[in-house]
């Protein structure tokens, strides 16, 4: 199974611990293999086996913490 690295917008993290709160959460979903947020880029890289999940299913994590994201590439 080949895993494949996706970029999304976060908006509304306030500071270091936005970005841990995500990393933790993302870290339980499915076929995540690698998951990198930081502030400062607003931005969440995740490594992620396609088979196990999408990368909508990213997006309603993070959006059900509470921020808003969007898909990059
Ligand atoms: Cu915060």
Avoid at 13 to 20: D, E, I, N, Y
Avoid at 47 to 54: K, T, V
């Amino acid at each position: 199974m080949a895993a494949t690295t996706h970029v999304f917008r976060v908006e509304g993290m306030h500071c270091g611990s936005c970005a841990l709160l995500i990393d933790d959460a993302l870290e339980d979903l499915p076929g995540v293999r690698s998951t990198q947020t930081t502030i400062k880029q607003a931005r969440s890289t995740v490594e992620l086996d396609a088979d196990r999940s999408s990368p909508q299913d990213v997006i309603r994590v993070i959006e059900e913490l509470g921020y808003r994201a969007s898909a990059l590439l």
